[in-house]
């Protein structure tokens, strides 16, 4: 895609391979695994690990469908623009599709980006206490802003070590974690005995397993950024194929590697799993435990914070492009960086920071109970996308096709199947019906926003969506 003159132009090429493959793997490595990984074992004891097996599992899925309909077609807002051209027979269904995947996407990481200032601060007044939260959030906000309004470049360089770091840290802890459990370790003694003592290796049944691994689905959603930033590669293709390989091969490792070790070294019905990474060091013994992840941690927070303004930027942007959003938050500076974008994300990111003091229970509450579901709803639609793609791909030009999803269309419907059986176990799950009903009430919000869309609705820009010269959906 050839940037283009104007206000409106286009994005530049500013993202390396090197840059994508961290993305991918960071994208997936947050704070979720080393805080949130807690909660669910406490619930499932050490049968966590099958909940982020099965949940680890439906990721593979999504991942893999990514990685076909990015390398047959990739486009500006990446599955935003799968979810329409899926419906290119039936343009009003496409049209619907579109709005939402690509609107529900940038709600998501404009959350997280909320989420993740105030998680910043909290972790940055271990070592600060007397700097209130609030100056500490925005200084956070506004650091990584400036970062993604300089380049698509600063963007990647800082995200590739912010990854770099995270994925140091979880292979160092396997390394050091695997060591202890099978007595390597100095004054250690292999043993598992934590697997199965405390009531076994299923404590409390098969329903918390199952209620963790509908937790744990919020805490895999990221590694689709990968997907997204293809637009800003030299050669998309190779690059997301690439990219959404090594999460494939690896993300099981992270996560069920590293929680089984949690789970073998430190029992999961003590008052130290609320912070199991940090007691699972100590249970190491390594000195310092909870000043090294208490830093590992504000690095994933940063990542996260870093990966979420500039997520929802692009996916805004490519929402201009259809007529999906105002024409006006298309301006482009000379680097190739969608200001107002950026700019609208960190507002809205820090309204909800704001929101976070002033109205924890009401406003803040609604946004961060909501999100996860919107989560779920964005990778059905991706699903459903590639379930539509690969049929018309496979009848109208096989040789687009790269990278296959396995087994299509049985592992697709086995991923649908899947997630949407997540959602309505959400409904028989107390503390899991009120995310599911604020996520359906964003859904509704969202649809009647779609009803009102001529309001701002230009002539929508086709041309540059697609990336490559010979698009799969002629404009």
């Not at 998680?119 to 070592?127: E, F, I, K, P, S």
């Not at 802003?145 to 802890?173: D, H, P, Q, Y």
Request: proline share 5%; aromatic share 10%.
């Amino acid at each position: 895609m050839k940037p283009e003159s104007g206000n409106s132009g286009g994005l530049q090429h500013g993202l390396k391979q090197r840059h994508m493959t961290m993305i991918a793997l960071g994208g997936v490595i947050g704070a979720g695994l080393f805080v949130g990984s807690g909660v669910v074992i406490k619930s499932a004891g050490p049968a966590a690990v099958l909940s982020f097996l099965i949940t680890g599992g439906l990721v593979v899925l999504v991942m893999r469908m990514l990685g076909e309909m990015a390398v047959a077609t990739p486009a500006v807002g990446a599955f935003y623009e799968f979810a329409r051209t899926a419906w290119a027979d039936r343009p009003a269904v496409g049209d619907l599709a579109g709005f939402l995947t690509g609107w529900m996407y940038w709600y998501f990481w404009v959350i997280v980006v909320a989420l993740e200032a105030v998680a910043g601060a909290d972790l940055v007044r271990y070592w600060l206490p007397d700097v209130p939260a609030w100056i500490i959030s925005l200084v956070l906000l506004v650091t990584l802003t400036m970062t993604n309004l300089r380049s698509v470049k600063s963007f990647g360089e800082f995200e590739f070590w912010f990854a770099s770091i995270k994925v140091a840290a979880i292979v160092v802890f396997l390394f050091l974690g695997g060591l202890y459990v099978l007595g390597m370790w100095p004054d250690a003694t292999a043993s598992v005995a934590n697997l199965t003592e405390h009531g076994g290796f299923m404590p409390n049944g098969i329903v918390p397993v199952l209620t963790g691994a509908v937790a744990a689905t919020g805490f895999y959603f990221g590694a689709e950024i990968v997907t997204v930033a293809a637009a800003e590669t030299a050669e998309p293709e190779r690059a997301v194929a690439k990219a959404t390989n090594s999460v494939i091969t690896r993300v099981l490792f992270f996560y069920v590697g590293s929680v089984l070790l949690v789970v073998c070294l430190v029992p999961w019905n003590s008052a130290a799993m609320a912070t199991p990474y940090v007691s699972a060091l100590n249970a190491i013994g390594i000195p310092a435990a909870a000043q090294i992840m208490n830093a590992i941690v504000l690095t994933a927070v940063l990542s996260a914070l870093n990966s979420g303004l500039y997520a929802s930027s692009r996916m805004l942007f490519a929402l201009t492009r259809r007529g999906d959003a105002p024409k006006g938050l298309a301006t482009v500076s000379r680097n190739g960086v969608p200001v107002r974008a950026i700019l609208l994300g960190t507002l809205f990111g820090y309204g909800a920071v704001v929101m976070s003091y002033v109205s924890p229970d009401t406003v803040f509450a609604f946004l961060v109970n909501s999100y996860g579901t919107v989560a779920i709803f964005v990778y059905v639609s991706i699903a459903i996308s590639q379930l539509r793609l690969r049929a018309r791909l496979e009848k109208e030009d096989p040789s687009r096709l790269r990278v296959k999803m396995w087994c299509y269309p049985y592992l697709t419907w086995v991923a649908i199947v899947g997630m949407l059986a997540i959602v309505v176990a959400m409904a028989f799950i107390p503390e899991q019906r009120t995310p599911l009903l604020l996520g359906v009430v964003s859904l509704a919000i969202l649809l009647a926003l779609y009803g009102m869309k001529s309001l701002w609705r230009a002539k929508p820009d086709l041309a540059p969506v697609m990336i490559d010269s010979q698009a799969f959906e002629k404009s």
